[in-house]
């Protein structure tokens, strides 16, 4: 047997064709064929790619062009005899390089999650004997027993059915049991949910027994598909990972073109020894990198995961937590997600007062117990209790969802479950069956003997063999008007997409009876409509989401007219013609479902294909797609999308695959995880400005110094010590700056917005000339005039310039934190950290300068700061002066801000 030979669509296939298609008799397969089919198809199971080795990201680390000019800077300064400056750089590299294998080493282990989820014992028909094998031992063509509480093994063609029911909702959506057949036959583009006529590899077996024939295996089963999209989608990237490597590498070039020119200028024009011009060009590389800021944006978004996870949000992946921030679609799956996963009965039909009335539970509740309640609705709520197979035990729910419904309605009625079974036992049952839809009991009244049955079953097949109806006053004849006015009332439900369930009663007088033909004298007395229904929260979750400019779109499996009733009670639907199901999916090339996916509100009968094909829709439009779901189904979607979230009760699978786990399953904790998001993108803004402001006063100094045919200010390791210390630490100290008031009622940020906009351009060159101006000013006169006593004191002008570059960042860091608020205004106390980490900052810096002075006065002769560092003791008047210059950038900041608050400049700073 060829692997091709079995490529049919089995569920359109007679159990019979299936046989014939997979060359057995449905009495199993002999050990020689097994091993034969083995050969072509491989073992039942998934198979992983290889994944890359953490020596192979380390090196990964240093394939930036960024990176690649700091080593070429410090073999440079290895090469002057500069040891101590080499060392210092190449340690900043291992360390960066270290971080960054920590943000992109992500263990991806959905595919073992799948693996363990379908490997297991399973009972199989074979040489004609019935054996347990491993399920990964599994071919094309085995005959598997299958019965409840059991995994299926593999995917299957059914070939015989004793009732039997499946619960599929991790792979298809759909909230319901499943009940499975072995006659029918399914149209070819039926959705995995309608081909009762197969089952599928990982879901579970809730009742009844059957056989299925072996038709898929291995990677080749619907999960195999899954586990292949998972696979097939590409790293992790969020959009300002990919602004900062464009912008790293835009920077790059711009900075080898100036070392360039500056070596060209410097040797030719300046005639500076060309040795001496290579530590200038080292010195130039070094204060053009912002080395802190990768460290800086890693710690942030790590400092935002552990704020998240206080509100129930587990980030995985680091780089989510700032994609969550611009965010423009969430595309969520309805069960468990928006719904309850709990089948809940939300209306009753009463056939009392002579005609048949629709009620909420609260409303039956009062007529249950304002004590005038007749026998025919007394026998209805009792029939919940009474025909009812399910259970509920400390806490723990066991049997049929709907069952489970009918048990949750009696605990609203406050109806006494316990004593109702001690009053009555069962003597007789007709379980519930696909053919006969329906389920009867007979109960017997353990004090006066009397007995009574109990059907329950689907309401045309009630309404078909019942004679009788009670509207209160006792059985009467079943007539065409009756059928008409109660068909009308289930029609009102069913357009709320409710599952409605049909309730009859018949008295018996005698002692012997026959069970099948009292069902036939039925007496129909009441009706109960149940759905799934939202969670609390969740219609005020999609408000806000609303309200933030994020659409909220629903994926599900379920139906379309559930889908559109659900929708519109939370608020994401607003008319069913907006409703697109997966089969109207499928008419559509990608070009076209591209274009119309915008209108869509919600998707119906879609397979974990669509899903993906969704998000790929949304992210062809541009959008920054979010995808919530707790179902092996979501998986290949949850990776594809920008941020993946499940759900804290969902699958392995999901919860490996996802960039965010919420733990308490709450709709709600998404949109504080978008303000997070957000609150921390604005946070990195602030730090990119005053990160790059720095370096860009770095340069010009520099610069401008060599034009002059002055000594270069600064050393390779003194702008190392202001990238990485007295900017890198506020830096990381802004990251914890908390959300700007009502940062959730403005829409989401354009996905093309440039990370370096023309508001954040205008700040970096307003604030990098102001401090370029100040450092290289204060330079120039105290290294040429007598100022102090310092005439043609190198090392005193340069170490106040290195204090004047590093003092004005702090003044800076605290501007920053506000566009247009006074540095003084209420938010100035909201960030203690940051108050804290500058005030340490500025004692470092004293200490960088004046430590080995301060050993001295203890009797010490170290040198070990003035050595590494390049600097000498400075005067009081000194420091003073260093203090007043520093500060002036705070007048400097107020006095844009003024004119921004009052003009029509609002991106001047």
Request: hydrophobic fraction near 45%; include cysteine; charged fraction near 25%.
């Amino acid at each position: 047997m060829r692997a091709e030979d079995i490529n049919y669509d089995f569920h359109t296939l007679t159990k019979e064709s299936a046989l014939e298609k997979l060359q057995t008799d449905g009495k199993g397969l002999k050990s020689e064929e097994v091993i034969a089919r083995r050969e072509v198809f491989g073992y039942n199971e998934l198979q992983q790619e290889k994944k890359e080795t953490l020596l192979g990201l380390f090196v990964d680390q240093f394939k930036d062009i960024l990176i690649i000019i700091l080593i070429i800077a410090a073999g440079i300064t290895a090469l002057l005899n500069e040891p101590q400056e080499a060392i210092l750089i190449v340690v900043i590299l291992i360390l960066n390089a270290i971080l960054g294998v920590y943000q992109e080493w992500k263990a991806d282990k959905a595919i073992e999650a799948l693996k363990k989820m379908v490997t297991h014992k399973c009972i199989v028909l074979r040489d004609n004997e019935t054996v347990e094998v491993d399920s990964h031992d599994l071919v094309p063509g085995d005959v598997v027993l299958l019965e409840q509480g059991l995994r299926v093994p593999a995917d299957g063609r059914l070939i015989e059915v004793n009732n039997l029911r499946t619960e599929e909702a991790q792979l298809t959506g759909e909230s319901l049991e499943v009940q499975k057949s072995s006659f029918a036959t399914v149209e070819k583009d039926a959705p995995l949910g309608n081909r009762v006529n197969l089952v599928f590899m990982g879901t579970h077996v809730t009742f009844g027994k059957g056989k299925m024939l072996v038709t898929s295996t291995g990677m080749n089963t619907e999960m195999g598909k899954i586990a292949r999209d998972v696979q097939s989608i590409g790293k992790d990237v969020t959009p300002t990972q990919v602004k900062l490597e464009a912008f790293g590498n835009r920077l790059g070039m711009a900075i080898i073109a100036l070392m360039i020119f500056m070596a060209v200028y410097g040797i030719l024009i300046a005639r500076i020894e060309p040795l001496s011009m290579f530590e200038i060009a080292v010195s130039l590389a070094v204060a053009a990198i912002p080395e802190g800021l990768p460290i800086v944006v890693t710690l942030a978004l790590a400092l935002g995961v552990q704020r998240m996870s206080k509100e129930n949000a587990i980030v995985k992946k680091l780089p989510a937590v700032e994609s969550l921030g611009s965010v423009t679609i969430v595309c969520t799956d309805k069960t468990g997600t928006l719904t309850k996963n709990e089948m809940t009965v939300q209306e009753v039909i009463l056939l009392e007062e002579k005609t048949p009335i629709s009620m909420s539970v609260e409303e039956l509740k009062e007529r249950v117990h304002n004590g005038k309640s007749t026998k025919s609705l007394r026998f209805l709520v009792d029939a919940l209790t009474l025909c009812n197979n399910a259970k509920m035990e400390n806490g723990e729910t066991f049997g049929d969802p709907t069952e489970l419904a009918l048990l949750r309605l009696t605990d609203q009625v406050n109806l006494d479950r316990e004593k109702m079974n001690s009053e009555f036992k069962r003597i007789d049952e007709i379980p519930f069956d696909s053919e006969r839809k329906r389920m009867t009991v007979v109960v017997q009244n353990n004090t006066d003997q009397s007995r009574i049955a109990f059907t329950k079953g689907a309401p045309e097949v009630l309404l078909n063999m019942a004679k009788y109806i009670d509207l209160g006053d006792g059985p009467q004849p079943l007539t065409q008007d009756h059928i008409n006015q109660v068909q009308n009332q289930i029609n009102t439900l069913t357009t709320k997409a409710l599952r409605v369930l049909g309730f009859g009663y018949y008295e018996l007088v005698q002692s012997s009876y026959n069970i099948y033909e009292f069902e036939e004298k039925l007496t129909i007395n009441g009706f109960v409509g149940m759905i799934d229904p939202p969670k609390e929260g969740v219609k005020e979750a999609v408000q806000k989401c609303h309200r933030a400019g994020i659409r909220v779109v629903m994926v599900t499996g379920d139906h379309k007219n559930t889908a559109t009733a659900i929708g519109k009670q939370i608020g994401i639907v607003t008319e069913e013609s907006k409703v697109m199901t997966g089969q109207e999916i499928d008419k559509l090339s990608d070009s076209e479902f591209d274009e119309i996916i915008e209108e869509v509100e919600a998707f119906a009968r879609i397979n974990p294909q669509h899903k993906l094909k969704i998000v790929n829709a949304f992210k062809a439009n541009d959008e920054i797609v979010a995808m919530t779901g707790d179902g092996i189904n979501d998986a290949p979607a949850l990776k594809g999308a920008d941020i993946g979230i499940a759900m804290g009760s969902g699958t392995d699978v999901t919860k490996e695959t996802a960039d965010m786990i919420l733990e308490d399953d709450n709709f709600t904790t998404i949109v504080k995880a978008i303000e997070e998001g957000r609150g921390i993108y604005d946070n990195m803004t602030k730090f990119i400005r005053y990160m790059l402001s720095s370096n860009l006063a770095e340069i010009v100094v520099i610069f401008l110094a060599i034009v002059l045919t002055l000594p270069t200010p600064f050393s390779a390791t003194q702008i190392l010590w202001i990238n990485l210390v007295t900017d890198g630490v506020p830096a990381l100290a802004l990251g914890l700056d908390p959300a700007s008031k009502g940062i959730m009622d403005r829409k989401p940020r354009d996905p093309k917005e440039n990370l370096i906009a023309r508001d954040r351009i205008n700040h970096i060159l307003l604030f990098g000339s102001y401090i370029s101006l100040v450092t290289l000013g204060s330079y120039i006169v105290f290294y040429e005039t007598n100022l102090f006593g310092t005439y043609m004191n190198y090392a005193v002008a340069s170490t106040i310039a290195f204090a004047i570059m590093s003092m004005t960042q702090f003044a800076h860091s605290l501007n920053v934190r506000e566009d247009t608020a006074s540095i003084l205004g209420h938010r100035f106390f909201k960030n203690k950290v940051l108050l804290i980490t500058v005030f340490i900052s500025i004692i470092l810096q004293v200490l960088v300068i004046e430590g080995d002075y301060l050993l001295g006065l203890v009797g010490s002769n170290s040198s070990i700061f003035n050595g590494l560092f390049g600097t000498v003791h400075l005067t009081l008047n000194q420091w003073l002066y260093v203090s007043l210059i520093s500060a002036s950038l705070v007048v400097y900041a107020e006095i844009l801000k003024w004119i921004k608050r009052h003009s029509h400049f609002h991106s001047i700073c």
